[in-house]
C-alpha cells in the first residue's frame, strides 16, 4: 500500500483543494455544486476550520504530491453540536477507486476521540452507491433521508444523512 501522510492544511493549499472539489462537479455524485468554485468563494470555508477541532487535513503521497483532502467541518454552529462534525473527503481523480477512501475514512475516525468529535456526519447522495458503501462499511447507519431536495441536471436527488457515533457515553 502507498506510503501517505497527513498535515494541517495551510492556506497556500486551497487553490489545490478547490481543484479536487471542482475535479467532482461534473459526475453529479459528489457535491450540489453544478459550476466550478473559486478559491475565494472558499477562504471562509478555510478559515472555519481548526487544527484541535475542525480539521482540515492534506493527504500526502510519498512525493509530498498533494492527493487528496478530509474536513471535519462543525455541525449546524451552535454549541450543543460542539461534539458533532460533517466529515468529507475529496481524491485525486487517479486516486479514487483505490482504497483511499477506505484508509483515510478510518485513519480520521480514528482521530475524532482525541479532537472531541463523539459524532461524526456524512451527507451523501442517495444515487452515490460507491460513498454509501465506503461509510457503512465503518459501522455508519442511516439517519434520514432527504427526498427529492437538489436539482441536478434537472431530476430531483435525494440526499442520505449518515452518523456514527465515535465514542460512547
Not at 450540489?32 to 477562504?43: C, N, R
Not at 466529515?87 to 485525486?92: A, F, K, P
Request: proline letters at 4%; one cysteine or more; a negative charge.
Amino acid at each position: 500500500m502507498e506510503e501517505i501522510n497527513y498535515r494541517n492544511a495551510t492556506l497556500s493549499d486551497l487553490e489545490t483543494i478547490v481543484a479536487i472539489y471542482n475535479s467532482t462537479i461534473p459526475s453529479r455524485m459528489v457535491t450540489a455544486d453544478t459550476e466550478p468554485v473559486t478559491v475565494e468563494s472558499k477562504i471562509k470555508w478555510f478559515e472555519q476550520h481548526t487544527a484541535d477541532k475542525h480539521p482540515l487535513w492534506i493527504i500526502e503521497n510519498k512525493n509530498k504530491e498533494i492527493v487528496g483532502w478530509i474536513s471535519l467541518q462543525a455541525f449546524y454552529g451552535r454549541p450543543a453540536y460542539n461534539g458533532t462534525a460533517e466529515i468529507s473527503i475529496y481524491l485525486e481523480e487517479n486516486q479514487r477507486g483505490k482504497g483511499m477512501g477506505k484508509r483515510t475514512l478510518a485513519d480520521s475516525l480514528s482521530r475524532c476521540t482525541a479532537l472531541g468529535i463523539t459524532t461524526v456526519l456524512g451527507f451523501i447522495f442517495a444515487h452515490n452507491e460507491p460513498s454509501l458503501r465506503l461509510f457503512r462499511h465503518f459501522g455508519f447507519e442511516d439517519w434520514g433521508t432527504l427526498p427529492h431536495v437538489a436539482v441536478l441536471d434537472g431530476e430531483e436527488k435525494s440526499l442520505k444523512i449518515l452518523g456514527k457515533r465515535t465514542s460512547a457515553e
